[in-house]
């Protein structure tokens, strides 16, 4: 039997142009820095105002509350008002444990405030929230089904300051003792491209005055060694300037969100091209920091 094509059907196969790739799947993970963490703000409005999708974010420490609440809905205008009014009494208590020198049960009222849905299958945005086991170290990841607030407590308690939390066997303590950032976690969460948000401590400290600046200071040393962990994952790392601010500079919260607009300002181009747009223009150095806040 002899097969045969006929020519019509040759050209009209061959003339079909060839589909473009969809565009990829963005992830963006979200590591932690305490106050300096207010900086994720100000990439996430530079990604809203030139609507960049986000498949799918994750969190750890400060970031794991900035995670959550945008990807529960909450708009980056909303979240800086909470953060801008944000006193660490709203989220923690201080108390005589052996385990740590704050509670952070006050933290539960504060994120039923901030979150319009507390579980994970709720989230508009899939969501990740990475905290540490403390006895076997490793990365402990939440994905639910089922509440996001007690992960995001454990992801926050700084050992040392905070308590550890205590789940399912777990003594969870802040993600950040096992990753800075949580770009790792993004890998099976279904997305082609993972943007990481890293906040830079200093390459040098002051001389440490009392135990929590000596444990800050440690995991700060710790951090700058193990970077590679998790640079390995990401396609793309965005680094605000902080290095310089206070671990617990809430004041500087407007400096902060401009320090995290312009970064993310550098990186749009290439996220852009990810998409096949045209690249962003710069950011136009009239934009000031009232602009943004109205």
Same mark, same amino acid.
């Given at each position: ?8 059907? !040759? ?13 990829? %799947? ?20 530079v990604f809203e105002r030139h609507a960049i999708p986000l498949h ?36 923690? !208590?201080? @108390? ?5 020198l704050a509670g952070s049960e006050r933290m539960v009222p504060f ?10 299958e709720q989230m508009r945005i899939p969501l990740a929230i990475v ?11 939440? #994905? ?8 995001? %407590? ?29 770009? *790792?976690?993004? @890998? @099976?969460?279904?997305?082609? %491209? ?34 590679? *962990? ?31 607009? #312009? ?9 852009? %091209? ?21």
């Open positions: 039997m002899r097969v045969s094509w006929w020519p019509w059907r !040759r050209e009209s196969r061959s003339s079909e142009p060839a589909a473009p790739p969809p565009p990829p %799947r963005i992830g963006l993970a979200l590591g932690g820095g305490f106050a300096r963490g207010i900086a994720h703000i100000g990439v996430l409005r799918a974010i994750a969190g750890i420490s400060a970031g794991s509350m900035v995670a959550a609440a945008y990807a529960a809905g909450v708009d980056t205008g909303a979240i800086e008002r909470i953060a801008r009014g944000m006193k660490f009494h709203d989220v923690a !208590r201080w @108390t005589i444990s052996r385990m740590g994120l039923q405030r901030l979150l319009p849905c507390t579980c994970f905290a540490a086991d403390l006895i076997t170290g490793v990365p402990v990841v939440f #994905r639910g089904p089922g509440d996001v607030i007690l992960p995001i %407590r454990a992801s926050c308690s700084y050992p040392g300051l905070f308590q550890p939390v205590r789940s399912n066997g777990y003594c969870l303590v802040d993600g950040y003792i096992a990753r800075e950032v949580p770009s *790792e976690a993004l @890998t @099976t969460m279904g997305v082609d %491209r993972i943007i990481a948000v890293h906040l830079p401590t200093p390459a040098s400290g002051v001389d440490p005055q009392n135990v929590f600046s000596i444990v800050h200071r440690c995991f700060q040393v710790m951090g700058r060694r193990l970077d590679h *962990e998790w640079r390995v994952h990401a396609d793309l790392v965005i680094e605000p300037d902080v290095a310089q601010v206070a671990w617990d500079g809430f004041n500087d919260t407007g400096a902060l969100i401009e320090m995290g607009e #312009r970064a993310a300002y550098e990186a749009l181009p290439e996220v852009e %091209r990810w998409l096949s747009r045209a690249p962003a223009p710069p950011h136009p150095a009239s934009h000031t920091i009232a602009d943004r806040f109205d």
